[in-house]
Antibody, heavy 119, light 110 residues
Framework: QVQLVQSGTEVKKPGASVKVSCKASGYTFGTYGISWVRQAPGQGLEWVGWINPYNGNTNSAQKLQGRVTMSTDTSTATAYMEMRSLTPDDTAMYYC????????????WGQGTMVTVSS | QSALTQPASVSGSPGQSITISCTGT?????????VSWYQQHPGKAPKLMIYDVSSRPSGVSDRFSGSKSGSTASLTISGLQAEDEADYYC??????????FGGGTKVTVL
């Protein structure tokens, strides 16, 4: 079946970087965009960014531009989200989600990766 | 890009209908047909319930419906059931090729 499986829990110190992976299966990876969404504890959803695995085009939320990089490895059908210069405000559950074909909704979600930033 | 505006909470009794609003601007909700809604139960990943303002994915109950007027989109849940108790988020495509979410609405079944 179609699924996205993410990497495990991360604990980082302020100023460090984190790279979260999202492995896709059950569909043609290059055909659908992958977005990243985060959710701080007890808070709402926040869109982080997006990548088109077919051509590598990306875009990210203005407040995160310069700190976040999205990439893919089409040979393993895996998407990555790297965030640098982490602060405690980046503590959140990070989800990858597949963009719906021909649209902009998120139709398949990963299970989430908890990233904790603490000294 | 500011978050879309949703009421913090909405409640209803079993069998009733409730409506959740999602207000944006002409640069997001008002400018495109790409409004979607997500249901999230505690500790779970969100689930797509409505896309393109009013379309339902396969497998989603027809008790869920969506609409839009101007810069405000709405999600209506008819025949409210205990299992509908969850957080609901709207999302929209934006004029700068990004996505934006609403702050979320907690639905309580009385």
């Amino acid at each position: 079946q179609v699924q996205l499986v993410q990497s495990g829990t991360e604990v980082k110190k302020p100023g460090a970087s984190v790279k979260v992976s999202c492995k896709a299966s059950g569909y043609t990876f290059g055909t659908y965009g992958i977005s990243w969404v985060r959710q701080a504890p007890g808070q709402g959803l926040e869109w982080v960014g997006w990548i088109n695995p077919y051509n590598g085009n990306t875009n990210s939320a203005q407040k995160l531009q310069g700190r976040v990089t999205m990439s893919t490895d089409t040979s393993t059908a895996t998407a990555y989200m790297e965030m640098r210069s982490l602060t405690p405000d980046d503590t959140a559950m990070y989800y990858c989600a597949r963009d719906q074909a021909g649209g902009w909704a998120f139709d398949i979600w990963g299970q989430g990766t908890m990233v904790t930033v603490s000294s | 890009q500011s978050a879309l505006t949703q009421p913090a909470s909405v409640s209803g009794s079993p069998g009733q209908s409730i409506t959740i609003s999602c207000t944006g601007t002409s640069s997001d909700v008002g400018g495109y047909k790409y409004v979607s809604w997500y249901q999230q139960h505690p500790g779970k990943a969100p689930k797509l319930m409505i896309y393109d303002v009013s379309s339902r994915p396969s497998g989603v109950s027809d008790r869920f419906s969506g609409s839009k007027s101007g810069s405000t989109a709405s999600l209506t849940i008819s025949g409210l059931q205990a299992e509908d108790e969850a957080d609901y988020y709207c999302s929209s495509y934006t004029s700068i090729n990004t996505r934006v979410f609403g702050g979320g609405t907690k639905v309580t079944v009385l």
